[in-house]
């Protein structure tokens, strides 16, 4: 069974693309780092690299490995950060992803003083990122709630969405615009904000 420094060594090594750059983010020789890896592979029973001189790169079955290998990490951590705060005398964690829009709407504003007023013994935790990072961070439940612009499909397996808020949207012109004539015909546009939530707990 793999332990989780192998993972990380993969992951390193799967990012940078390079065993001798991953070795000098690690603090490790190049030689350990190799050797590591390919003990994955023989446990795991399949390759993940394709390797050429001095460059490495994910074959099919290592793109499909390194999004579960972040998930495990991502998990792992968690776990560890749960129980430091079961230490400290803090509950848990709650990790949000919002949009610059959710801001400006007060969408965030309101969700901190209710949660904090309802589950005051959580710690929040919130990162501001694009609607397509979050859905991402969410897969790999390294975020627990976000609040993106685009959700995912209606039938995705890992994510479910709720519609929370509609955001009109309006054009604004010069009125020496040609199409500042045409105000009747042109049509309203309208934005959506949707509160995505992971399918399984993190």
């Known amino acids: 069974m793999f332990d989780l ?17 991953a070795a000098e983010l690690l603090h490790i020789s190049q030689s350990p780092l190799s050797r590591q890896i390919m003990q994955l592979e023989q446990q795991l029973g399949i390759t993940l690299f394709e390797r050429a001189r ?11 490995f390194l999004t579960e290998a972040r998930a495990l990490l991502a998990h ?25 829009g959710a801001v400006h709407a007060g969408l965030v504003a309101r969700m901190l003083r209710q949660f904090r007023r309802d589950r ?14 979050q859905i991402e961070a969410l897969r790999e439940r390294s975020l627990d709630l976000g609040l ?11 994510i479910a969405a709720l519609l929370i808020m509609r955001e009109p949207l309006v054009l604004a012109m010069p009125e020496s615009d040609p199409l500042a004539e045409n105000r009747g015909d042109t049509a309203a546009a309208t934005g959506r904000t949707h509160l995505d939530h992971g399918g399984a707990p993190a």
């Not at 420094?5 to 750059?21: K, S």
């Not at 005051?120 to 990072?133: D, I, T």
């Not at 993106?148 to 890992?158: I, K, L, Q, R």
């Open 54 to 64: 001095q460059r490495v790169h994910l074959n099919p079955e290592g793109r499909a």
């Open 76 to 100: 792992a951590r968690r776990l560890e950060e749960l129980g430091r705060n079961l230490a400290s005398g803090t509950v848990g964690r709650l990790a949000i992803g919002y949009v610059e």
């Open 120 to 133: 005051p013994e959580f710690h929040l935790q919130l990162k501001g990122q694009r609607s397509a990072a």
């Open 148 to 158: 993106v612009y685009t959700p995912p499909s209606a039938d995705d397996p890992d």
């Open 5 to 21: 420094r192998q993972l990380r060594y993969f992951i390193t090594v799967a990012e940078t693309g390079n065993v001798g750059r």
